[in-house]
């Protein structure tokens, strides 16, 4: 057993924290699911008799710009001090931004929680730790920092060779030579007008009703 892990640590729970980014991901990327939910086995072997998953994140992004049920039930539970170690197979599943990692680990250290990971335990606690904590997870920071830069940079390229798609409005669509042209399909150009018509009544009818209402309340107020 670990030495850092002493038998106060083992009489609490051991939570293991999924998560994968997009729902691209969870489709394609099998062996990442593998690997974080292979972690309760390493936290029993650890001592861990109580082991809970918490993977409402699966398809959430860790970088701060959408909210994530999973890691805010994680700060809920560590909070109650009865989570003895957080399992993740890396730093970034847990956060993308340093707000969220450092809140985390400050809970970590006030509560004596340990973080895991497939390359050591660490005890917030302790000022080597913490600041190995610290650095893996500016690096995850920056690494999602990276991998945006390159992206936008890609799109870019693709916008100056004119190979660049996106997400048409309903009625278009790209042909083979990479235009934008309307669908060929007859009875989708027929439909559209109808639909862009019905909804320009509702919502002219909505301002009605709505001017109709405050000169009701108006004229029941007795102002003008």
């Known amino acids: ?50 082991v809970e998953m918490i993977s409402e994140d699966l398809g959430r992004s860790g970088s701060g710009l ?4 999973g890691f805010q039930r994680l700060v809920s539970e560590v909070c109650t001090g009865e989570v003895g170690a957080v399992f993740c197979i890396e730093a970034s599943r847990l956060a993308r931004n340093g707000r969220d990692w450092h809140h985390l680990l400050e809970l970590c250290g006030l509560v004596g929680t340990l973080i895991v990971d497939p390359d050591g335990v660490y005890d917030p606690r302790l000022s080597d730790d913490r600041l190995l904590l610290g650095l893996k997870g500016t ?14 940079e890609a799109i870019r390229s693709k916008a100056k ?8 409005p309903v009625g278009l669509c790209w042909t083979q030579a990479g235009k934008i042209e309307k669908v060929p399909d007859r009875r989708i150009q027929l439909h559209i007008p109808e639909q ?29």
């Open 66 to 69: 959408v909210e994530r049920p």
């Open 139 to 152: 690096l995850s920071e920056f690494e999602l920092t990276l991998l945006r830069q390159r992206s936008m």
């Open 196 to 224: 862009r018509d019905r909804r320009f009544r509702t919502d002219r009818d909505h301002k009605f009703r709505r001017m109709m209402t405050t000169d009701s309340a108006t004229n029941v107020t007795g102002f003008r």
């Open 161 to 168: 060779r004119g190979e660049l798609k996106f997400l048409l």
């Open 1 to 50: 057993m670990n030495t850092k892990i002493a038998r106060e640590q083992l009489t609490r729970r051991a939570i293991v924290y999924v998560r994968q980014s997009t729902v691209i991901q969870l489709i394609e990327n099998k062996e990442s699911q593998r690997r974080q939910f292979g972690l309760a086995d390493h936290a029993r072997q650890l001592g861990f008799a109580v």
